[in-house]
């Protein structure tokens, strides 16, 4: 399970997302890793993840018809017999995903195939209903599988969760946000482990929240910005990384 987390800033899961920090322990935690956030938006992240290689920095990377991807572990393990989606809470039309994501080896779930709704003045689906159709939906999906989730309700301006989640408010729009992805992925994290209790969950931010006290450096004409990484497995050692 592969979950790419919109606006996941450094020290975001200590401050406000109390179920992930309760999971830390039993996994490999980098508190600082690099992320790729050029032209490409949040896409860049995808190019980055699953081609493992560098976006491009004058253009937007999905936007390169024909391209094969020919590095996309996502693709050969497909070719091996493993199952493998990416669920999104937009339209197929984002980026080009309906397009890109077969190439990349993935079955897209995207909002449409969901049977999602987009509400007026919201960017994407919300977390909840994205997390609700995707366990809905995993039991279909046969192992050995790969899933990627992609949230979308904390991204900015972190006021998304205003109009549905009931949980605790702080006042702080970011940490709000964050709190009620927390909520949600729990959720998720729970469903996938309950059904695959030896599988492995990869969490990352797709890319830095954009705030002043976000980590970003910008430099000769790029942008760095650093975002969390956690694993989690029960195979995995659990420890803490902070030389990325």
Not at 121 to 127: M, Q, T
Not at 149 to 158: G, L, R, W, Y
Not at 178 to 187: G, I
Not at 193 to 209: I, Q, S
């Amino acid at each position: 399970l592969l979950v790419q987390v919109e606006s996941l800033d450094v020290g975001a899961i200590e401050r406000s997302m109390p179920r992930l920090a309760a999971r830390i322990p039993t996994g490999v935690y980098y508190p600082r890793c690099l992320a790729y956030h050029g032209p490409g938006g949040s896409s860049d992240c995808d190019v980055a993840v699953v081609e493992g290689c560098e976006p491009l920095w004058d253009a937007v990377s999905f936007d390169q018809p024909g391209y094969p991807w020919p590095n996309s572990w996502v693709q050969r393990l497909r070719e091996a017999g493993w199952s493998t989606a990416l669920a999104h809470g937009l339209p197929g039309a984002y980026f080009n995903f309906a397009q890109v994501m077969p190439r990349l080896g993935y079955e897209l779930w995207d909002l449409d195939s969901l049977g999602l709704v987009q509400h007026p003045g919201e960017f994407g689906a919300r977390d909840g209903d994205l997390v609700d159709a995707v366990l809905a939906r995993l039991p279909s999906l046969p192992s050995p599988c790969v899933l990627h989730v992609v949230t979308m309700t904390s991204h900015a301006p972190f006021k998304q969760q205003r109009a549905w989640w009931s949980g605790p408010i702080s006042g702080d729009d970011y940490r709000d946000a964050m709190a009620c992805v927390d909520a949600q992925l729990d959720r998720l994290l729970t469903g996938f482990l309950d059904r695959a209790p030896r599988g492995l969950v990869v969490l990352f931010g797709d890319h830095a929240a954009g705030l002043p006290s976000s980590a970003i450096e910008r430099g000769d004409g790029v942008q760095r910005e650093y975002v969390p990484l956690v694993i989690i497995g029960a195979d995995v050692p659990p420890r803490t990384d902070v030389r990325l």
